[in-house]
């Protein structure tokens, strides 16, 4: 009897350290998601207005990549370039780049030398990829593309 009980003791500390073990894998998993270098493709620009209504929509192809520390916007024109340091991340991916949410707090330049504090959100539903950009001077006017494909 003595050692039924102490069996199921350690049985029972054994499933809690392995579900412990398991929790701490999955969030490394989830920070290590959002630590990696990530570029976003899209062949498609929105402008929204303040309640979310497309306003006007260009075909070109932008290209926004994602880095540790830096996170630079092509938008079709190659030649014009908005880049900058990240300033804050937080991320939210049950499933990495396919479900979950992620914002991204930057301050970017253009090439003119136009400053611009900014905050780039990346929604994704059931693998589809949804990025919407806000200039914090303009909170009213916001910039949403849809990921053609992203690496």
């Avoid at 330049?109 to 900014?118: A, F, H, P």
Wanted: positive net charge; glycine residues 6%.
């Amino acid at each position: 009897m003595y050692l039924y009980k102490k069996i199921k003791i350690m049985k029972s500390t054994f499933i809690k350290i392995s579900l412990v073990l398991l929790l701490a894998a999955c969030s490394h998993l989830s920070y290590a998601q959002c630590d990696k270098v990530v570029t976003l493709k899209s062949s498609k620009t929105n402008h929204l207005d303040e309640k979310g209504n497309i306003e006007s929509t260009k075909e070109e192809a932008a290209v926004i990549t994602i880095g540790k520390t830096q996170l630079t916007i092509v938008p079709g024109d190659e030649d014009h370039t908005i880049s900058g340091p990240i300033t804050s991340k937080t991320c939210d991916w049950t499933t990495p780049f396919k479900d979950g949410k992620m914002v991204i707090k930057a301050k970017l330049e253009d090439n003119n030398g136009k400053q611009l504090e900014c905050t780039l959100t990346i929604t994704g539903v059931a693998g589809k990829i949804t990025l919407v950009f806000q200039n914090e001077e303009n909170p009213d006017k916001k910039i949403m593309v849809v990921a053609d494909k992203f690496e």
